[in-house]
C-alpha cells in the first residue's frame, strides 16, 4: 500500500509540474487596528466567491492566493468588513477601521488568559509562515529550535516520538530532576506536559507563543513559573468552506557519528601493542591487550565490519493529514484526521505511529451568548531500542563492538552455523566486545511497545450580561491511558545472564488532569480611556493510577500474557496519586489614548504539594508600556513606523520541584518480624514549613518598526528572573535516623539580554522576496546565597557543585594537567594548583565558568520568494556550555581494550620525549572525574533548507483544487563544533540519565539527516 502511494504521489507531481508557469500569485500583507495601529491576529481573509480563506496570524500577517482582479474579504468581530480588490502588485496591507455600529450592539470582552495584541516584548512568537517553513517531526517542540529569543530547545532524545527540553530564559532548580525547568503547554486552553507534545498534531497548529515575562506567566499561577508555551490550533474561518489534504513523505539515516572508530587492522594493531606495555616499576606485561603475528593480523583484518550498517537502516516518515473547515456569520467549525508514522533507524523497530482525530467549533447563539469546544483524540505506539550505557544498546554497541568480529557465527571453514529452524546464529564471541554479547539477541529477543491513547480539549461558554460586563467559564482536561508491554523471549541468549527464561513486565498509567477557570470582566471605553477589570478563579486536578506488573518463565516465544507466567515476582505494585491547586486571580489593565498602557494583578494560589503549614502563597505584580511610535514629536520622523518601551516586575510560585506527599512522612509496611508486619518511617521526613520556590521577574523591553514599510522589525529585552528559597533534599544527623527533609535553602539569579530581528532586504511585489531573521539570547546565572556550605551533585563521571556566587552546577572535578613526558604518568592539579602524578578526588575544586549551561544560544534563517517559489533555511547555535565526554573517556580508555577504539587511542606515551599524547596504559584505565574529557560543547548546525513551489486554482480549473504547494525539505545538513561527537546533548542517556541536564555524554540515540517531500492541497 505505502508503495502504491508512494508511487502516486510520485505520478501527481509530474503531472502537476506541466503547469508551473501559472498566473495565480500569493497575496501577503500586515492587517492592523485603525484605532490604535496594533497588528489585528484572527482577520479573517476570504476570496469572494469562493470557498478559500485564510486567517492573520499573531503579528496580523496573512497569505492567500488569489488572482489579478479577485476580491478579498477581510473581516473581523467588532470591525467593519473591507473589500480589497487584488491588482498587479502582490502585498495588500491597510488599518480596518472598528464598526461603531457594532460596538453599540455588544462589546465581547474575552478571556483575560488570550496574549494581548499589545505585548510585544515578553512574548516570542511562531506564526503561519515560521511553521510552514519547518517541517514538524513527530513532536511539535522541535519546531520552535533557534527560531524564538529566550526558548533553549535541546533534544534528549532523537527517537521518534521522544520530547525534547525546552527551557525558557535559563529557568533552572537546584532540586529538579534534571536541573533546568520545563514550561507549561497550553494547547486551546488545556494545560499540557512535556511528555504529552507527541500528541500534538502539527498540521492542526496555527501559532505558538512563549510568554517570558512575569505579567503573562504570572497568570498561569505556580504552573507557569518557568514560561508558558501557547499552542493556539486552526480553526473555521468565518465565510469561508475549505477542504485541505497535507501528504508527507520522507527518508532518514544516522548522522555522521563524528568520532573516528578503528578499522580491523588499527584495532588490532593496537591490542597487540598494548600486550607489550611492561609495568615500569616491575618489568612485567600488564596483562593488556593480546599478542598477534603479522600474519594473524593480516589474516584477521579481512573481516572489516561497520556494526553501524549492520544496527542502522534508512528510516521511513510518513504523515497524511485531511481537514475540513467551514464558517458561517455565527458559527464556524473544523475536523481534521491524520496519520503519522517514524520508523526511526535502528534495525527491528518499527518506531512510532500516531492516529489523531479533532473538531473544534465556535458559535455565537446571540448578542449576549458564546460558546466553542475543540476535542482531540490520539492514539499512538512507540517501541524503542535499549538507550543505556551496556551492551544491550544498539548505540553503545555500534561504537565498541570490534570490526573484526562479524555478526553470525561461522564454522572453520567461514561457512555460516544454522540453528534447527534454518537461521543463521548471531556471534557471541568473547571476542565481539568485552560482555561476548551481541545486541541484535536484544532487539530480536525482546518485544517491547508502549501504547497510549489520548483524549483532550476544552469547552467555554461566555455571557455577555450588559455591555461589556461578561462572565466565562472554561473546561479543559487531558485523559491519558499508557500501557507498556515488554517482553524478553525465552529463546533469548540473554537469559542464561540473569538466570531465567522468559521476563515480562506490564505497565498501566490512567492519568486525568483538568482545569477549570472562571472570569468576570469588565471592560469600557470612554473617551481615550480604556479599561478593563477580572477576577478569575482557576482549580487545577491531577489525578493517576498506576499498575506494576512482572512475571517470569514463560512456555515459548509467542505467549507472554502474565497468567501463562511460572511464577510473579512479589515486587508488582498498584500506586494512586492526585495533586490539586486552586488559585484566585485579579486583573486591571488601563490604557490612554492608544499609547500608555498599565496592567496590574493579584494572585493567591494554593498547593497540595506544600508543607501543610505553608499550603497557600499570594504573587502579584504589574507591567507599564509606552507606544513611542504614536506621540505627535514622531510624526516627521519617517523612518521610524513603531516604537515601543516596556517594563514589568513580577512574582509567582512554582511548586514542580515538591514530591508527590512529600508534606506527609509515610510509612512502609512490609515483611516479618516476629509474629507481624513492621511498619517504618520511609527516608524522607515531611517539612511542615516548606513552601514555594518563588521567582521574581523584572523585564524591560523595546519593540520597533523601522524604516519605510516596516522593513526593519525586532525587539531587545533585558531581563532578571531571581528564584528565592530554592529547595534542597537535607540528610539529618545519623543519630536521628539519617532521614531527609526538604527546606527551602537558597537564592539564585538569571540576567539576560534577548535580541530579536527581521530584515526585508528585498520587498518586490512583482518579483523577488528576501527576508533575513535571527535572535540571540545571552544568559548570565548565579548561585546567590545558600544556607549551606555548598551541595555536590554526583552524575556518571563527575560531579557538579552549588556554591555562592557560582553559575549553577559547576563542574567540580579534578584538573588534568597533562603527562609527564620522561615516564608518561598523567598529571594533575592537586587542591592548591600544585602539580602531582597521584589521583585523589580529595583535590577536586569548582571549575570555575564550565558548566552545562549555555552563555548563549540562538538562531537565524532566511525566507525568500519569487512568483510561486519559496525558500526558507535556518540555524540554530549554542555558545559556552561544557560537557563531560564519558564516550570519547571510554574510547580512547586501554582498559577496556576488549571493546573497540578511536583512532586517536593508540596515541599514548611509549618512551621517554614522547608530548601530545595520552598518559602511559595502565590496568586502572584513565581516571574519571577528572577535566581530561570536559570539553567545549558550542556548536553551529544548519537545521533545515526547504524549497517549495505554490499552484493555483487556474491550473486546476474545474477540478475544485484551489492550490498546491509541492515541496522538498532537507533536515540536519551539517554541524560544526570541536566536540567530539554530538554537541547537542539532553540527558545523556534515557536510561543513564545525566542528574543535571546536558551535562554528560554517554551513548545515545543518534542525530538523523533526513529528506522529506511534501504536498499541501487546498479545495
Do not use: C
Not at 283 to 311: C, F, H, M, P
Request: proline share 3%; aromatic share 12%; glycine share 10%.
Amino acid at each position: 500500500m505505502k508503495l502504491k502511494l508512494t508511487w502516486l504521489l510520485t505520478l501527481f507531481m509530474a503531472f502537476v509540474m506541466q503547469f508551473s508557469f501559472a498566473q495565480e500569485k500569493t497575496i501577503t500583507g500586515t492587517i492592523t487596528a485603525a484605532s490604535d495601529g496594533l497588528p489585528l491576529p484572527g482577520v479573517n481573509v476570504v476570496v469572494k466567491g469562493t470557498a478559500r480563506g485564510t486567517q492573520t496570524d499573531f503579528d496580523g500577517k496573512y497569505s492567500i492566493n488569489a488572482n489579478q482582479g479577485d476580491v478579498l474579504v477581510f473581516s473581523y468581530v467588532g470591525f467593519e468588513t473591507t473589500e480589497k480588490t487584488v491588482g498587479a502588485g502582490n502585498t495588500i496591507t491597510f488599518a480596518i477601521a472598528e464598526d461603531a455600529e457594532a460596538l453599540d450592539e455588544v462589546v465581547v470582552v474575552g478571556s483575560v488568559f488570550d496574549v494581548g495584541k499589545q505585548k510585544a516584548n515578553g512574548v516570542s512568537t511562531m506564526g503561519a509562515n515560521e511553521l510552514k517553513a519547518v517541517v514538524a517531526t513527530s513532536s511539535i517542540d522541535r519546531a520552535m529550535q533557534g527560531q524564538m529569543s529566550g526558548v533553549n530547545v535541546v533534544a534528549s532524545s532523537t527517537a521518534p516520538g521522544s520530547a525534547a527540553n525546552v527551557n525558557v530564559r535559563g529557568a533552572f532548580s537546584p532540586s529538579s530532576n534534571n536541573g533546568l525547568q520545563n514550561p507549561l503547554y497550553v494547547v486551546d486552553g488545556t494545560y499540557m506536559n512535556v511528555a504529552d507534545l507527541p500528541a500534538i498534531n502539527s498540521n492542526n497548529i496555527e501559532s505558538m507563543e512563549v510568554l517570558t515575562d512575569a505579567s503573562q506567566t504570572a497568570l498561569y499561577g505556580s504552573r507557569g513559573s518557568n514560561g508558558v508555551v501557547i499552542i493556539t490550533t486552526k480553526k473555521g474561518v468565518k465565510g469561508s468552506s475549505r477542504i485541505t489534504l497535507n501528504t508527507r513523505y520522507g527518508v532518514s539515516d544516522r548522522f555522521p557519528i563524528r568520532v573516528d572508530l578503528m578499522n580491523s587492522r588499527q584495532k588490532l594493531e593496537y591490542e597487540n601493542g598494548l600486550s607489550q606495555v611492561t609495568n615500569p616499576a616491575t618489568g612485567n606485561l600488564l596483562g593488556l591487550g593480546r599478542s598477534y603475528t603479522d600474519a594473524e593480523i593480516d589474516q584477521l583484518s579481512e573481516i572489516d565490519t561497520d556494526w553501524g550498517d549492520v544496527l542502522y537502516k534508512t528510516g521511513v516518515t510518513e504523515s497524511y493529514n485531511f481537514a475540513i473547515s467551514s464558517g458561517s456569520e455565527n458559527s464556524s467549525t473544523r475536523f481534521s484526521l491524520g496519520y503519522d508514522s517514524d520508523e526511526g533507524i535502528v534495525v527491528g523497530y518499527e518506531g512510532f505511529q500516531r492516529i489523531s482525530a479533532a473538531i473544534s467549533n465556535t458559535t455565537k447563539v446571540n448578542k449576549w451568548l458564546n460558546y466553542g469546544y475543540t476535542v482531540n483524540g490520539v492514539y499512538t505506539t512507540r517501541d524503542d531500542p535499549r538507550d543505556r550505557q551496556n551492551v544491550q544498546s544498539p548505540f553503545w554497541s555500534e561504537i565498541n563492538n570490534n570490526p573484526y568480529e562479524q555478526l553470525f557465527q561461522v564454522d572453520a571453514n567461514g561457512a555460516q552455523i544454522l540453528d534447527e529452524f534454518g537461521d543463521p546464529i548471531f556471534n557471541i564471541s568473547g571476542r565481539l566486545n568485552s560482555f561476548g554479547y551481541q545486541v541484535l539477541d536484544e532487539i530480536f529477543g525482546t518485544d517491547q511497545e508502549v501504547r497510549n491513547l489520548r483524549i483532550f480539549g476544552n469547552a467555554f461558554a461566555e455571557i455577555t450580561i450588559t455591555d461589556g460586563l461578561s462572565i466565562r467559564s472554561q473546561f479543559g482536561g487531558i485523559y491519558d491511558r499508557r500501557q507498556s508491554e515488554n517482553f524478553l523471549k525465552p529463546s533469548a541468549r540473554l537469559n542464561t545472564f540473569i538466570g531465567t527464561s522468559g521476563l515480562k513486565t506490564d505497565t498501566s498509567t490512567d492519568d486525568f488532569d483538568y482545569n477549570w477557570r472562571n472570569e468576570l470582566s469588565y471592560a469600557k471605553e470612554f473617551g481615550k480611556h480604556s479599561v478593563r477589570a477580572t477576577f478569575a478563579s482557576e482549580f487545577q486536578d491531577e489525578n493517576n493510577y498506576f499498575i506494576n506488573l512482572n512475571s517470569r518463565t514463560f512456555p515459548n516465544d509467542f505467549q507472554d500474557t502474565q497468567n501463562l507466567a511460572g511464577s510473579i515476582d512479589q515486587d508488582s505494585f498498584t500506586q494512586r496519586t492526585r495533586i490539586s491547586r486552586f488559585g484566585i486571580l485579579g486583573v486591571a489593565n488601563y490604557s490612554y489614548d492608544g499609547k500608555y498602557f498599565l496592567d496590574a494583578y493579584v494572585r493567591r494560589d494554593g498547593s497540595s504539594l506544600a508543607g501543610l503549614e505553608n499550603q497557600y502563597g499570594t504573587f502579584y505584580g504589574a507591567s507599564l508600556a509606552w507606544d513611542i511610535g504614536k506621540e505627535s514629536f514622531m510624526d516627521s520622523v519617517d523612518w521610524v513606523n513603531s516604537l515601543r518601551l516596556s517594563g514589568s516586575y513580577g512574582t509567582s510560585g512554582d511548586d514542580s520541584v515538591l514530591g508527590v506527599y512529600s508534606n506527609f512522612t509515610s510509612v512502609t509496611t512490609g515483611g516479618i518480624y516476629g509474629a507481624g508486619s513492621p511498619a517504618i518511617p520511609n527516608a524522607a521526613i515531611a517539612n511542615p514549613n516548606v513552601t514555594w520556590e518563588n521567582n521574581e521577574k523584572i523585564n524591560l523591553g523595546l519593540s520597533f518598526e523601522l524604516l519605510q514599510g516596516s522593513r526593519l522589525r525586532g525587539k531587545i529585552d533585558w531581563f532578571q528572573d531571581t528564584r528565592k528559597d530554592f529547595l534542597f533534599q537535607d540528610t539529618l544527623p545519623f543519630e536521628s535516623g539519617a532521614y531527609n527533609t526538604t527546606n527551602n535553602e537558597g537564592d539564585s539569579r538569571v540576567t539576560g539580554v534577548e535580541i530579536d530581528l527581521n530584515y526585508d532586504v528585498f520587498r518586490n511585489p512583482e518579483g523577488f522576496n528576501l527576508t533575513v531573521f535571527g535572535n540571540t539570547t545571552f544568559l548570565k546565572y548565579e548561585i546567590t546565597t545558600l544556607a549551606v556550605d555548598e551541595q555536590i551533585t554526583n552524575f556518571s563521571g563527575g560531579q557538579s557543585i552549588l556554591r555562592e556566587g557560582l553559575e549553577p552546577f559547576t563542574y567540580f572535578m579534578v584538573r588534568y594537567a597533562g603527562v609527564n613526558p620522561a615516564n608518561g604518568d598523567a598529571l594533575y592539579l592537586d587542591a592548591d594548583g600544585n602539580i602531582t602524578n597521584v589521583f585523589s578526588a580529595q583535590n577536586a575544586v569548582a571549575i570555575k565558568d564550565k558548566s552545562p549551561l549555555p552563555e548563549m544560544f540562538g538562531g537565524f534563517g532566511l525566507r525568500a520568494s519569487y512568483k510561486g517559489f519559496d525558500l526558507s533555511s535556518n540555524f540554530n547555535f549554542s555558545y559556552g556550555n561544557y560537557v563531560f565526554n564519558q564516550q570519547s573517556s571510554s574510547l580512547h580508555d586501554p582498559s577496556n581494550w576488549r571493546n573497540n577504539k578511536v583512532v586517536g587511542a593508540a596515541n599514548y606515551w611509549q618512551q621517554p620525549g614522547d608530548t601530545n599524547v595520552l598518559q602511559r596504559p595502565t590496568v586502572n584505565g584513565i581516571e574519571t572525574g577528572t577535566t581530561q574529557f570536559l570539553q567545549d560543547a558550542s556548536y553551529l548546525a544548519w537545521r533545515n533548507l526547504t524549497l517549495g513551489y505554490t499552484f493555483g486554482d487556474n491550473v486546476f480549473e474545474n477540478t475544485g483544487i484551489s492550490s498546491v504547494r509541492t515541496y522538498v525539505q532537507l533536515q540536519n545538513l551539517a554541524i560544526w563544533s570541536e566536540f567530539d561527537g554530538n554537541p547537542e546533548v539532553g540527558v545523556g542517556s534515557s536510561e543513564n540519565a545525566a542528574t543535571v541536564s546536558n551535562s554528560v555524554y554517554i551513548n545515545n540515540y543518534p542525530q538523523l539527516r533526513s529528506l522529506n517531500f511534501g504536498f499541501d492541497i487546498n479545495f
